[in-house]
Structures are given as C-alpha cells and as structure tokens.
C-alpha cells in the first residue's frame, strides 16, 4: 500500500478533528480516506466551478450564461363544454 505524509493546516485540522467525533473515524487517515472515496468524483467534476461571493461578480456572471428559452405552443381554441355537469 502507499503512504503519504499530509500536512494539514490550523482550521482545516480543526474541522478534520471535528469531523472524526461526528464520524467516529479511528484517525485522520481514515477520514482523508472517506472523504476522497465519497467526494473526490465531485470535487474534480466541480473543481472549475467559480464562487461568485460578489453580488456584482455574481449578477455579471448571471448576464454571461446563456438563456435557454423553449416555445409552448398553446391550444387553437379553449375547451367548451356541450352539456351541463350534472352528475357530480
């Protein structure tokens, strides 16, 4: 098996330590473990994925997507009915 040596910084530890109570994970290994095996799939399909935390960057990224517009096509003619509705 391989083994690398993973330095983690102030916050990032906390929040592993954190996350080994609510787990109940032996140790950090396990969890970096877990966390690639669950995450890592959506970590690289989103890792492109700009946060826009600017409501002007957010509102100017929003103005650049393009807008995908479907036509509905409505009936000829509204549905009449013949006869009264009597047996209700």
Known sequence: MA?????????????????LKTTKLASLTELINVMFS?????????WEVL????????????KSVPT???????PAEDFTFDEPISRL
């Open 3 to 19: 083994q690398a040596r993973v330095v983690i910084r102030g916050a990032a530890l906390e929040m592993g330590e954190h996350l």
């Open 38 to 46: 669950r995450y890592g799939r959506h970590l690289e399909a989103t």
């Open 51 to 62: 946060p826009a935390f600017d409501i002007d960057e957010r509102d100017s990224l929003a």
């Open 68 to 74: 995908v517009v479907t036509q509905i096509s409505l």
